[in-house]
């Protein structure tokens, strides 16, 4: 008898992996500073508050060059950068108190600078006066590198109504990116609501406002809002976006939506990385097992994408409980090819012995069972058995005709049929028909055929 062998659950530790590699982090974007009143606007400050204006903005400008400042600017945004590249939870952490020591290291080198601006607040009384003094407390917070001045500056120049309808969603995608960073995320979501409101694409406003919501924890809702801005950008949405999709999906375990960012990565995406995750993802999250688990495992077959040993393993083992031992072979074989699976290990050794004894049996009992299939009184269980054997050996045709026949018969388990049938027209090159099939399967195995028909989309169209 083959021995099982036992591989730990561990599907993103590939998929994840994988997927973060490749962009599926966070999609925040770079806080620019925005750019000043368009120079057609006019502004007519007060008497009183040019002269505090002029001041603030002296001392401002003078201590940008000073070399402490510029000194301590620097440190802070090499700890930045430390802190966007760390990598683990406690890496993280001790990057960030780096990184806030270095921020709270400025202030007190700015202390009469913030006095001055603070002053242009004070002072402010007619609308451009305000708009001007939240331009300089913009200015200071970004010297500082206060994210919280900076918020401050940005919404006294919004709520002057000076800022025009096409800058109006840059500011606001500022303000969004520096409540994120104060993990603010309500103020985050506010901001970008109301930047994609404003006329900011899905690429700039959805996908941000998604992630305030993810890393707040409401990922139902996040994965609801970037799955808007999937379908708002279309075929130019990004991979990253749909790989941050699937592992935000599976870290919820929520399996219904990691298979659909799952399916929509390989109909964009198709590379055999892509088709490895999805399937990867789908597979862990449902628990399919026997039929469904190896349709699951064929499509990975089919498109190339075995990417550890455990995908053949799995594969063979599945096949052996169901009695497919000439399949079983061939993948024992493809495996040793790759260089995935060894000669020498006790499994592959076990699991060829077994196969190797049953085959010739089995191959001849092919007639017997075709017979028996098309009789009369065959019932649906042993027609269908009858066209897994025969898919199982490479011929598509003759298991497409079972499965049809099956379908006629009461009792039949028409979605695992229908899911067969469309394997069996896909190996054949009909993928109209194959997508057809597939679109008949709306139980559990669902996900499964979504998977299919975007491969045999993608056959149909030549990828």
Do not use: C
Request: positive net charge; aromatic residues 6%.
């Amino acid at each position: 008898m083959m021995r099982a062998k036992f591989f730990a659950r561990t599907a993103l530790g590939l998929a994840l992996a994988m997927g973060i590699a490749a962009g599926a982090t966070s999609p925040v974007m770079a806080k620019d500073k925005p750019k000043d009143a368009p120079k057609e606007v006019k502004l007519a400050p007060s008497k009183l508050f040019i002269p505090v204006y002029q001041a603030a903005k002296t001392a401002m400008d003078a201590a940008a060059k000073r070399p402490d400042v510029i000194a301590a600017h620097q440190v802070a945004t090499t700890a930045l950068t430390a802190l966007n590249n760390a990598q683990g939870k406690a890496a993280k952490a001790a990057a960030q108190a780096k990184y806030d020591a270095a921020v709270a290291a400025i202030a007190p080198l700015l202390a009469g600078e913030k006095a001055a601006v603070d002053k242009t607040v004070a002072t402010a009384t007619n609308t451009d006066d305000k708009f001007l003094a939240g331009q300089m407390q913009l200015s200071y917070g970004t010297l500082a590198m206060d994210a919280g001045v900076q918020r401050q500056g940005i919404q006294a120049q919004l709520d002057t109504g000076r800022i025009d309808a096409v800058n109006k969603p840059k500011y606001l995608m500022v303000m969004g990116n520096l409540a994120m960073e104060q993990k603010d995320y309500a103020g985050a979501r506010a901001a970008f609501q109301a930047a994609s409101d404003a006329g900011a694409t899905p690429g700039e406003a959805l996908i941000n406002l998604a992630d305030a919501f993810i890393k707040d924890n409401q990922t139902a809702a996040g994965l609801k809002v970037l799955q808007q801005a999937v379908v708002k950008t279309g075929a130019g949405a990004p991979e990253g976006w749909m790989r941050y999709g699937i592992a935000s999906a599976y870290r919820a375990k929520m399996p219904t939506e990691a298979a659909m960012f799952a399916n929509e990565l390989v109909a964009t995406y198709p590379s055999k990385e892509n088709w490895a995750l999805a399937i990867a993802v789908v597979r862990d999250l449902n628990g399919y097992q026997g039929h469904d688990q190896i349709a699951l495992l064929r499509l990975m077959q089919r498109t190339g994408s075995f990417s550890e040993e455990r995908d053949y393993v799995e594969y063979i083992q599945a096949l052996s409980k169901r009695g497919l031992p000439g399949e079983a072979l061939k993948i024992i074989d493809q495996g040793v090819a790759a260089g995935l699976l060894k000669t020498g290990d006790e499994f592959v050794r076990d699991a060829r012995k077994e196969a190797t004894t049953r085959v010739a049996l089995d191959r001849n009992s092919l007639p017997g069972q075709e017979r028996e299939a098309r009789g009369a009184a065959a019932s649906a269980t042993t027609i269908t058995a009858a066209a897994d054997t025969f898919l199982s050996y490479d011929q598509p045709a003759k298991a497409e005709e079972l499965y049809r026949l099956a379908l006629a018969k009461p009792g039949v388990e028409t979605a695992r049929v229908n899911l067969q049938l469309g394997i069996a027209q896909s190996d054949q090159g009909k993928y109209a028909d194959a997508q057809a099939s597939f679109a008949k399967v709306t139980d559990t195995r669902a996900p499964i055929a979504l998977l299919w028909s975007s491969y045999a989309k993608a056959k149909a169209a030549g990828k």
